[in-house]
């Protein structure tokens, strides 16, 4: 089966470094398949990255090999990795950003650190890894070569530390951890979390809004008015009906958002 | 031949959605070739996205399937169909994205609505169809689906409503339905509006700006000044020369566009 | 092998202008790979778009074909050309765009003008080449057609003038000649420049911060503050740590950046 290689950085659409990472997996494997995750997470935003990546990996076929690259570090002391989980091959940086699209995949995992030659570009830079090694890396995974030949093993891979939403008998306490295209705000409380908390009655708040209807679909909402809605992710996002959230509501990463019951 | 699937929707590039939809894609049809058209029509704007869909289909090979999503009713009443003509498929919401581009084919069409489980992914959130439900059928029909299989026959679909141009013995009177990536102001008056209109000596207004040359390039206009062009679409546009024309004349969507004789 | 044509433009990803120079290609050369360098070079930005070229065509793989569009004088006198080197194929205007990817190949070039109908569309426009002649050529070299049928031979191609370094006993004196994604500042100093002009005790300055240090991981560069580096591109680049050096230093291109011995 034709290969499938994902792409996600923070490299921008417009001065050619994501075209650049396809030319050498292209001159490596030329068979591979390769598809856009995002190349527009915000410049060094590895946790924006991180959630980014974790949703859309689930939705990608088997053995399919994922290389994300927001690296500040690149050039310093941080290791390039090869993660293989039972499902999927992730490729990219030892900075957390691999983390949370690892652990979702619910298995073990092995590592391994990308180190020998014939897996990496002959002149390696120190400031574009993404071509210089995650790129050539993934190829070679792509036409035959197992994780274990990049180099030496690796036991654990570093975290990310994703704030946790905290559930009380007054209510939920979470915060805004993504803002997406459309500025929907997407917290940190999950569809899992609302239902233990209760299955009805729930009020939402944000900022000196209260009271923001929970419903389950966006053409529910009020024309212009604050919604909230389990999005596709699995969580609780706060959104604008044909509007902008994040706009109408100055909120954005870290703004705190809670989960009453009515009433209360 | 390998299927053509093409994307537009209004995503955005940054968070994976489109990334994801093609995810999707490749897990049901391995061999189906995607094309973006575009992830960046502006949030919610069904018609903008419709104008798109409209100026590129015709350029795609007969069989292409056109999956097209800018959906403020997700998951509200409106229908996810499919379209068929003679040259091509469409998926995508029935609310008037598709009816331009399927208008513009010339010929009969027919349509189905979504509703079959095979052809949909096992759960249907109610906020992202382009991932439940567009992706799932169009994959499906790129991997021999018949357009019938996907449910039950709809007999028209909703039209999607553009400002007409009007032609009196003054002149024509048109507006701006457009603004492309460059700034040039897209009207709705035709290259066949001209001609029907006079063939020589017309005189093109905006705003406060009026004898607006016609030109046949973009080069023909004087530097930073403003110029008349039939554009790539078949219909009159204004543009800047080497600059923005909607900046520069403090014009958008629906600014009112005027053609007369010149001297009248 | 499959044919892979690369495209970049300055035609944005909003339009679906570049979606439909890749359907028109499809129609052609259906086995043809096609891989996007760019549509996001700054409006008419012939240089931009050079320079971000010639950084990508030595990481394809051999006898790929760019395609390059960025053409303030589409529909005039300046020639749609195809160019051929050893090492790839070359498609778009001849207004300077190609010459730098084209001359960093280091050995001879032949060039074609794009004449005969066959390569082209059957109605060539006067606004959009990309879409009716650049495109349609791309695709037929792609499956077969030798860059000798498109039309006339032509000995020479428009030249690109790019600002040089400066090199004196006093120091190094260039400008800033591209600004990234990231508001990287990337300067005319190559590192060859640097290496001819001393191998150490190297002084930075740009604008009004002088004794930028010169590091070879961005990572080394204290936070929030400026740091030079020899970037991916080989040439010296101002950047900030963790942030936005444009913005940091108001900078742009054509600010000069100057290289002295510390101490003097």
């Not at 923001?212 to 389990?230: C, D, E, N």
Request: with cysteine.
């Amino acid at each position: 089966m034709q290969p499938l290689i994902t792409l996600l950085t923070d490299f921008g659409m417009a001065d050619g470094y994501a075209g650049i990472m396809k030319g050498v997996i292209c001159g490596i494997a030329p068979s591979a398949r390769i598809v856009d995750i995002s190349h527009q997470v915000a410049a060094q935003d590895v946790r924006g990255g991180a959630l980014v990546l974790r949703s859309a990996v689930p939705f990608f076929p088997r053995g399919s090999i994922h290389v994300a690259v927001v690296d500040p570090g690149v050039g310093s002391a941080r290791a390039p990795i090869v993660i293989a989980t039972d499902a999927a091959i992730f490729v990219g940086p030892d900075n957390g950003l691999l983390a949370p699209a690892v652990a979702a995949q619910g298995g073990p995992y092995r590592c391994w650190r990308i180190e020998n030659p014939p897996y990496r570009r002959a002149a390696v830079s120190r400031t574009f890894h993404g071509r210089d090694v995650f790129a050539p890396a993934a190829a070679h995974l792509a036409v035959g070569a197992r994780p274990e030949d990049v180099g030496p093993r690796q036991e654990t891979i570093e975290p990310l530390t994703l704030p946790q939403s905290q559930c009380s008998a007054a209510g939920l306490r979470g915060e805004v951890i993504y803002v997406d295209h459309f500025g929907n705000l997407i917290s940190n409380i999950s569809a899992d979390d609302l239902k233990s908390f209760a299955t009805a009655g729930l009020s939402v708040s944000i900022n000196d809004v209260s009271d923001v209807p929970l419903v389950s679909a966006y053409a529910q909402g009020a024309p212009s008015a604050a919604l909230a809605i389990i999005n596709s992710w699995g969580l609780l996002e706060i959104a604008v009906r044909d509007g902008n959230a994040a706009r109408h509501l100055g909120a954005s990463a870290g703004t705190p958002v809670t989960v009453t019951r009515s009433g209360s």
